[in-house]
C-alpha cells in the first residue's frame, strides 16, 4: 500500500475526521477501536468501506469478501502509511474542517 | 527538500515568483474555507516555489507535500515587518483588474520611479521590493497632501467658529500615527473625592470574586 496524495489524503480526512479520537495520546488498540466504535455507532458501514478504497487499489466487492481479521488490518495499515494523526494535526492547524 | 525519491533545493524567491506565491497564498486561505481545490493550490505553491512542474510532484505522499508547503512558507516569508504590510483597507477589486495584475503594477512603479526593467524588478530580493514600494507610496502621499493644501477643498468653513480650518487629506491606515495609552496622571489629594474610595478596577475585582 502507498501513502496517499494530498488530494485523496484530504478526501480520507473529510470521511474519517468525524470518528478521530479528540484524545490522540491514547494507545493504538484504543485509537482504532474509537474509530470503529463511532462508525459503527452511526451506523455509517459504508464510510469503513469508503477508507479502505480510499486508500487502497481494492474494489468494494473485493474488500466484501475478505474476512474481518483482514478487514481490521487493512484498516490499520490506512491509518497508519497514512500518518493520519499527523493529517488531522496539519487540517487542523491551516483550519480545514471536514 | 525531498519529495518523493527526488531532491530539491529550496532558495528563498525573488520578487516575481513571490507575487505570485503570495497570490497562491491567499487562493490557499479562500480554499481552505470553501473546501475547494485546497490540495491543487498547494501543490500549485511548491511547484511554483520550486520552478517545476506540477505533474512533477501531485502523486507524492501528502506528507512530503505538506513538508515542502510548510518549509517553502517560511522560506518566503518576509523578514522585515514593513508598516504597509499591516494596512488594514480593503480595496475594491477594479474594473480593469486581472489575475496577474499584481506584478504589471509593481513592474509600473519601479520602472516609472527607477526606469529599471522588468528582469531587473522581476529578481529584486522581496524585502527590497516591498520597502521601494512603501517609500514610492509615501512620496505619492506626501506629494498629494501638498497639492491637497493648495486646494481650496483644505479649508472648509466652520459655521460655529466663524473660520476655514485646515482639513487635512486622509491617510492610509500605515502611515497613521499609532494609537497609545494615555500617559497616566496622579491626581492631586485635594481632588480625590473624601470617603472610601473604589478603584474601578477595584470594583471589578469585588464583584467577580
Known sequence: MKPLNLPNALKLYDVIA????????????DFIKQIIDGIISKEKHKDFIDIIMLSTEISREDILELSSQELLELFAECLSINKILLLKDFCMRIGYHA | LLIGDKEYTAQKSKLRTWLKLEQIKS????AVENKEHLASKIISYISTALGILEQDIENEAWYEIVDAYVVLNNLNSVSIRFPISTSVEKYEKAEWDYEERTWYVWLHLFAKNYSWNSEYVANLEIEDGIALLQEILVDNQLQREWEWGLTEMAYPYNQMTKKSEFKPLNRPSWMQKKYTEPKKVKIPIHLIPMGNVITHKQYETTKSS
Open chain 1, 18 to 29: 468525524q470518528y478521530l479520537p479528540e484524545d490522540v495520546n491514547i494507545d493504538g488498540i
Open chain 2, 27 to 30: 487562493a490557499i486561505y479562500k
